[in-house]
């Protein structure tokens, strides 16, 4: 038996004729015939955004006084814990962009309405952006061994090197998915042989400090257990909330088990290669920046220089999908301009995101505070959008009624945003399970607002409790 969810052109409905004239194309629904990605492609495309610099900060966060929080058996079953609950939030919040190839933004105004979706994009633009700023920095420091090598040390600035990184990731975004589909193909094949290459380097002298601080540490199944696999689960939260900006972009007929192994496959190699190679490196160094602990592993400046460029590229790679389209498409909710301008924008708000103060020489529990507070928000949004989509509306959605300023979705959905306030409120209150929390409460809440409140909203037309 088929699952509907997961099949294109079925249940949503388009009037033909419609003009969408007045919304830029980019905001447009897709149609099958311009989507870009195949099976393949769409594959590598998470697999060079799970070579992610940020992924490997949060293995080296494990590393604290000298000590794993977590042992090897440890982090592995965590990472499949999340890396499962990952693929399957995809692939539940991604089938409205499939079938309609309509962007986040607007798939958030079936929930929110369009008044809301203002609100709730920020939720997702502002991670984003600071993303954009971190993935920017940590690559700079790449970037600037690559100039410090090669101008003899005569020049040797992270900041300068973080503007210059930031302009080139502005260019390669103005074609969008053209650019992406291309470029983080390369980039995880690229990466994940480099990235292997630096295994066997790690490994080749420091095998027993690793050994000793990482495979045999005592560890926990307790508190910190859950609370690093939900860092790793909310490092992705924003990606399968916004899910419908990648799925939008995939060819049509592809099953709903191949699209779980699509999403699962890629983001758990890369995700366990890259956080463990940062594990290692913490044990090894004792220092929370894996560009900054390879280059005192490697003092060699050929060795330094290759491994500085596959870092510069692991930004890049990630920066083009998690962070610039979602924020570019964001900011041309707000602001209407032009796709083009609006990754200008984005890329300038990276730079002054101050992304520095997320990790520090010794430490990278900024970065894991900074993932599980945005997780806490998104967590009840993505409930929100798949409670309202596969439930309340049973999968019938006019599209074009989310592109009408005068129509059913024009306003604002109270029952949704309470339901997002009550998600999030409750996620804080233990904060290292928040997204869990958030989510199966901004869930529950969604719907028994729906049921039992808000009797006169024009949004229960066409789901289960309309009269």
Do not use: C
């Not at 940062?278 to 060795?303: E, H, R, W």
């Amino acid at each position: 038996m088929t699952n509907p969810v997961l099949q294109p052109n079925q249940g949503s409905q388009t009037k033909q004729g419609y003009d969408f004239s007045g919304v830029e194309e980019s905001l447009r629904p897709n149609r099958p015939e311009k989507r870009i990605l195949n099976p393949l492609s769409f594959a590598l495309m998470f697999a060079g955004d799970g070579v992610s610099l940020g992924n490997m900060a949060i293995g080296t966060g494990l590393v604290v006084a000298g000590t794993a929080t977590m042992n090897l058996l440890q982090t592995i079953v965590s990472l499949l814990i999340a890396t499962t609950i990952i693929a399957g939030a995809f692939l539940i919040n991604d089938g409205f962009g499939y079938r309609a190839g309509v962007p986040y933004v607007i798939h958030l105004r079936m929930a929110f309405g369009m008044k809301g979706a203002i609100i709730s994009s920020i939720m997702r633009g502002v991670p984003a952006i600071i993303w954009y700023g971190f993935q920017s920095w940590i690559g700079a420091t790449g970037l600037s061994e690559i100039i410090k090598i090669a101008t003899g040390g005569k020049i040797d600035s992270i900041p300068i090197s973080f503007v210059i990184l930031v302009l080139i990731q502005i260019v390669l975004s103005l074609k969008g998915f053209h650019t992406i589909k291309w470029m983080n193909s390369l980039i995880a094949i690229i990466l994940m042989s480099a990235f292997i290459y630096a295994f066997v380097v790690v490994l080749k002298d420091h095998t027993p400090v690793i050994h000793s601080t990482w495979v045999e540490a005592k560890g926990t199944w307790g508190i910190k257990f859950w609370s690093f696999t939900m860092a790793f689960l909310g490092n992705y939260a924003a990606l399968f909330l916004s899910a419908s900006d990648y799925s939008r972009e995939l060819k049509e007929g592809v099953s709903a088990p191949k699209r779980f192994l699509m999403y699962f496959t890629p983001v758990t190699v890369a995700y366990l290669t890259v956080m463990s190679l940062g594990v290692m490196l913490a044990s090894a160094t004792g220092l929370a920046n894996p560009v900054q602990g390879f280059a005192k592993i490697v003092n060699n400046d050929y060795i330094t220089f290759f491994v500085s460029v596959f870092i510069v590229l692991g930004a890049v790679g990630v920066n083009l999908v998690a962070n610039i389209v979602p924020a570019a498409y964001i900011i041309q909710l707000f602001t209407k301009v032009k796709y083009k301008v609006s990754v200008v924008i984005a890329g300038l708000l990276a730079m002054v995101s101050f992304p520095w103060k997320l990790i520090q020489p010794g430490s990278s529990d900024g970065l894991r505070i900074f993932i599980l507070t945005y997780s806490a928000f998104l967590a009840p949004i993505t409930a929100i959008l798949v409670v309202d989509y596969l439930i309340l509306r049973k999968q019938k959605v006019e599209i074009n009624e989310l592109y009408n300023p005068h129509g059913q979705f024009s306003g604002l959905n109270m029952a949704a945003v309470t339901a997002m306030i009550i998600g999030a409120a409750s996620a804080f209150i233990v904060v290292d399970l928040g997204w869990p929390i958030g989510l199966i409460v901004g869930g529950i809440s969604y719907y028994l607002l729906n049921k039992f409140g808000f009797k006169q909203s024009v949004f229960k037309k066409g789901t289960i409790f309309e009269k």
